[in-house]
C-alpha cells in the first residue's frame, strides 16, 4: 500500500519588501494563513495562530532572536524554528519552507497543515538510543499544568528515559481554566492529551486516580496508594492544590461545593435551571469568573457574597475592582459585599440540602446551589515530616526550583515558594502559567546539567471578567500607579509601581501591551512609572538587553 500524497503547495505571497527585519506580517496562503518574520535577515514561515486558543500571533510580540509572544495568554513560541518555548500552550507552530526568488518570499507548505486548527506535537514519540539519559527515570507527582507541562519539555528537550505520572485526579491532565471561564465539565473535551496518546506518543506510565502515599529520598522512591514504589532519579513535585471551604455551619450540606475538578463542574452544570438561585461566596477570580459563565445558563439569580469591600482591590486597585463588579451588575449579577456570613441553613423542602446564606444583616439570600471560591491550600500533607513545610503548606525552593538538601527533587506550581525575579524574594503563586513554565524549566535542567537555568519568569495571569484581563505582576506590591485609558468602559492599561519602579501591568483590550511588559521586565529593561505617566510608549521599545544586544 502506498504512502499517502502530500499536498505541498508552492506560491509567491509577498513583496520581500515589505517585511523589515524585525517584523511578522500574515499572509493568506490557500484555504489559510501563513506567518512570516523576518530575523536578522533571514525569511522565516509557520503557522499563524497560537496553539493555545487560537490568538492571532501576529497580533503579539516579536524579539530580534525570533521569540514571539501571544497577545492573549502569555504562550511563546520561536520562529525559526516554531518551537513553544512558554506555557501555556503545549504545541509548536508548523515550520514551512521560506525563500526568496525574484524579490518575492515563496513559500512552499504542507496545505493540510497550514488550514490545521492543532499544532505541531514535539517530539511525536521517543526512540531509545538517540538521545538523552534513557537509563533514567522521572517520577511526577501531579497531573495538572505544572506534571504535563514537564512531561512535554522532557520529550522536546530529548529526555529517552521512563516518565511515570501520577495524578489523584481520575482523568488525564486537563485545560482546567476552562471550567471556571466556560463551565466545559466534560473530561476528555478539557484533556490536553488523551490517555492513550500519553502511553504511545510519549512513552508516559500514566497513574490517574492514584494518590502518594510516602516519598523516600534516601531509597529516592515514592509510593503509591496503590501498593506500588516507583524507584526515581529525578523527582518533581507537582500536585497542585486542594479547595477550601470556610468553617461555618451548613458548609457540609448537599448542593454546597467548591470548584477544582471536573467532578465539581458537572454538579454544577446539573444543578442549574431555570428556577435556580445561585450563590458564590468569595470574589476570587474563579468566582468571578464561574458567576459570569452561571449567569449564561438562565438561572432565576445569580449572587456573589464577598468579605472585601471590593474585587480584587490588592491586586488590581479599588478602581478597576468597582468597575468590574459594575459591569457585572449591569449584566445582573447580584453582590453583597462586606458580607458578614452566619450561616447556610437548609431548605424547608430538604432539610439535608442547601436552601438559604445567613448574612449579618441581610434578610436570607435564596440559594439552592452555593459555591465556595474561598482560596485553596498546597496539597501537600504527604509531605509531612519529609520535608520543611512552610507555613502556609508549601515548599521552598532555590532558584533552580529545586528542594534545598535534597538529590535531584523539584517542587513546582502551586506549592513551590520559589524565588522571584527580578526582586529576588520567595513567593508562592497560584497562576497556571506559572506551573507549566516551572515545569519546562524544570525539565531543561534535568536534560542539561551542565547548562542550569534559572528561574526567572515574571507571571502572566488572564481572566474572563469584565472584557478579558490580562495581568503580569511581580508580587512585589504598589504604592503608585499611572492609568491610560478608560477603566469605566474596562478599556485600560494600568501601570503599578513600588519605588517608581513597574511591579504590574493590567490591561482590558489594550493587546498586546502585557505581552510586550512580559518581555521588557523579562529582561530588566522596563521604564519607569514616571516615563509611562510622561507617554513612553513600550510598544515602540526594542527589545535589547542591558549589554546592548538584541534579543
Known amino acids: 500500500m502506498s504512502a499517502p500524497e502530500i ?45 493555545h486558543y487560537g490568538a492571532p500571533l501576529e497580533k503579539g510580540v516579536i524579539s530580534h532572536d525570533g521569540r514571539v509572544v501571544c497577545p492573549w495568554h502569555g504562550a511563546c513560541f520561536n520562529v525559526c524554528s516554531g518551537d513553544i518555548e512558554d506555557a501555556p500552550g503545549l504545541d509548536s507552530l508548523w515550520k514551512f519552507s521560506a525563500t ?16 490545521s486548527k492543532v499544532g505541531r506535537i514535539v517530539p511525536k514519540a521517543r ?12 517520577v511526577i507527582v501531579g497531573g495538572g499544568s505544572g506534571g504535563i507541562h514537564t512531561v512535554e519539555s522532557l520529550r522536546m528537550n530529548d529526555f529517552q528515559g521512563d516518565i511515570v505520572l501520577i495524578s489523584e485526579e481520575t482523568y488525564a491532565p486537563i485545560d482546567r481554566t476552562k471550567m471556571s471561564k466556560g463551565l466545559v465539565d466534560n473530561a476528555e473535551k478539557l484533556a490536553w492529551r488523551k490517555p492513550e496518546e500519553l502511553k504511545s506518543d510519549f512513552g508516559v506510565d500514566f497513574h490517574p486516580g492514584t494518590s502518594v502515599t510516602k516519598v523516600d529520598f534516601s531509597s529516592q522512591s515514592v509510593t503509591t496508594s496503590s501498593g506500588q514504589t516507583h524507584k526515581y532519579d529525578h523527582l518533581v513535585l507537582a500536585p497542585g492544590a486542594k479547595p477550601k471551604k470556610i468553617p461555618i455551619d451548613g458548609a457540609d450540606l448537599d448542593g454546597v ?14 444543578a442549574i435551571t431555570k428556577d435556580s438561585d445561585i ?7 474563579i468566582s468571578m469568573e464561574a458567576a459570569g459563565a452561571i449567569l449564561k445558563k438562565g438561572p432565576k439569580s445569580v449572587t456573589l457574597v464577598g468579605m472585601d469591600e471590593t474585587p480584587f482591590e490588592k491586586i488590581l486597585g479599588k478602581d478597576i475592582g468597582n468597575a468590574v463588579m ?33 448574612v449579618k444583616g441581610q434578610d436570607p439570600i435564596p440559594a439552592n446551589f452555593v459555591i465556595m471560591g474561598t482560596g485553596v491550600a498546597p496539597a501537600t500533607s504527604f509531605l509531612e515530616g519529609v520535608v520543611s513545610l512552610e507555613k502556609d503548606g508549601g515548599v521552598k525552593v532555590d532558584e533552580y526550583l529545586r528542594i534545598e538538601g ?52 515574571v507571571p502572566i495571569f488572564w481572566s474572563s471578567i469584565g472584557k478579558g484581563l490580562r495581568y503580569l505582576g511581580t508580587g512585589a506590591g504598589f504604592d503608585d500607579s499611572y492609568t491610560d485609558g478608560n477603566i ?14 513597574i511591579t504590574a501591568v493590567a490591561t482590558m483590550q489594550r493587546d498586546p501591551i502585557v505581552a510586550k511588559a512580559s518581555e521588557l521586565m523579562r529582561l530588566d529593561i522596563m521604564p519607569s512609572l514616571d516615563e509611562i505617566r510622561n507617554g513612553k510608549n513600550i510598544l515602540e521599545i526594542e527589545l535589547i538587553d542591558k549589554g546592548g544586544n538584541k534579543v
Not at 9 to 26: A, F, N
Not at 446 to 455: E, G, M
Not at 488 to 501: R, V
Request: hydrophobic share 30%; glycine share 8%.
Open 7 to 51: 499536498d505541498i503547495i508552492t506560491k509567491e505571497v509577498l513583496p520581500e519588501s515589505e517585511l523589515k527585519d524585525g517584523q511578522m506580517k500574515t499572509v493568506e496562503f490557500g484555504e489559510g494563513k501563513v506567518l512570516l518574520s523576518k530575523i536578522k535577515g533571514k525569511i522565516y514561515a509557520t503557522s499563524a495562530f497560537c496553539t
Open 100 to 115: 526568496v526568488n525574484n524579490g518575492q518570499i515563496v513559500v512552499s507548505a504542507n496545505h493540510q497543515e497550514v488550514k
Open 127 to 138: 526512540t531509545k538510543g538517540t538521545g538523552r539519559k534513557e537509563n533514567e527515570t522521572v
Open 257 to 270: 461545593v467548591t470548584l477544582r475538578y471536573v467532578q465539581d463542574t458537572q454538579k454544577i452544570t446539573s
Open 279 to 285: 450563590v458564590l461566596i468569595g470574589t476570587s477570580f
Open 326 to 358: 459594575e459591569n457585572m451588575k449591569k449584566q445582573g449579577i447580584k453582590f453583597y459585599m462586606k458580607a458578614e456570613i452566619e450561616k447556610l441553613a437548609p431548605s424547608e423542602s430538604n432539610p439535608s440540602h442547601v436552601g438559604s446564606i445567613h
Open 406 to 457: 535534597q538529590k535531584n527533587v523539584y517542587a513546582i506550581g502551586d506549592i513551590a515558594h520559589y524565588v522571584q525575579y527580578p526582586d529576588k524574594f520567595p513567593r508562592r503563586v497560584e497562576h497556571w502559567n506559572v506551573a507549566g513554565n516551572h515545569g519546562r524549566e524544570v525539565a531543561h535542567n534535568i536534560t542539561h546539567p551542565d547548562d542550569q537555568v534559572a528561574y526567572t519568569k
Open 488 to 501: 469605566d468602559e474596562l478599556k485600560f492599561a494600568t501601570y503599578q509601581a513600588k519605588n517608581g519602579k
